[in-house]
């Protein structure tokens, strides 16, 4: 069955440090894509970035990157040089291709301090 | 910009009340979904539709209906409001014109259910 797994229930990181936010995932699909969305305290949730499990490269979108590793089934949410505006919930999804349905994880909390 | 509103930010009902949770988005997406974010539970799927008139239930169905009449709107009812779905309910669309199909959501409405 399909599922995302975020182990890190709450996170604190210093301002310009960088941080890793750990996701894995089960799926018995060899195609889906992988996304990383952030939720601040005003409730919206906002795409960050997407993984295809078929791109050889690791996505990057500015400060954000996602260390895929297929064969261990991760996607690590990298943020670079973190920033006070960053904490907020961070949530790992997945959807499986040819399937409109997407698994959500139970999220990190993130704290960045200045 | 893609722009999901939802019809209220707060909403406070009685028991037994039918409740309807109203969205929208004016980017012409052809999937849509409503999803309950409760702590430690991440996000849950309700209901999704791919199309006008179309829908398909999520996970967590019991209690609820949706209705499309229009692409741009998808409404979500309570037929018979009770305690336990006190949560925060979010929409969101996407397409898959994108390619990636990810999905784009409202600010989100915090039903209390008394």
């Known amino acids: 069955a399909q599922k995302i797994t975020q182990t890190q229930p709450g996170m604190f990181v210093q301002e310009k440090e960088a941080v890793t936010l750990d996701c894995t995932y089960d799926?018995?699909?060899?195609?889906?894509?992988l996304f990383w969305y952030k939720q601040p305290s005003s409730g919206e949730m906002i795409f960050l970035i997407y993984q295809g499990s078929y791109d050889q490269q690791n996505a990057t979108e500015g400060r954000y990157s996602l260390n895929f590793q297929k064969a261990r089934k991760s996607a690590n949410l990298v943020i670079s040089a973190s920033q006070l505006g960053d904490s907020a919930m961070y949530f790992c999804?997945?959807?499986?291709?040819?399937?409109?349905?997407?698994?959500f994880g139970t999220g990190t909390r993130l704290k960045v301090l200045a | 910009d893609v722009k999901v509103t939802q019809s209220s930010r707060y909403l406070v009902k009685r028991t037994g009340e039918k409740v309807f949770l109203e969205c929208v988005q004016d980017?012409?997406?052809?999937?849509m979904f409503w999803y309950r974010q409760d702590p430690g539970l991440g996000l849950r799927l309700i209901y999704f539709s791919y199309d006008v008139k179309m829908k398909e239930k999520g996970d967590i169905p019991e209690g609820y209906s949706v209705s499309r009449e229009k692409k741009e709107r998808f409404s979500l009812i309570l037929e018979s409001a009770s305690t336990n779905q006190t949560s925060m309910y979010l929409c969101?669309?996407?397409?898959?014109?994108?390619?990636?199909?990810?999905?784009?959501f409202g600010p989100g409405t915090r039903l209390t259910v008394t």
């Open positions: 969101a669309s996407s397409t898959p014109g994108t390619g990636t199909y990810e999905q784009y």
């Open positions: 999804a997945m959807r499986e291709e040819g399937t409109y349905k997407y698994i």
């Open positions: 799926t018995s699909d060899p195609s889906y894509g």
């Open positions: 980017m012409d997406h052809e999937n």
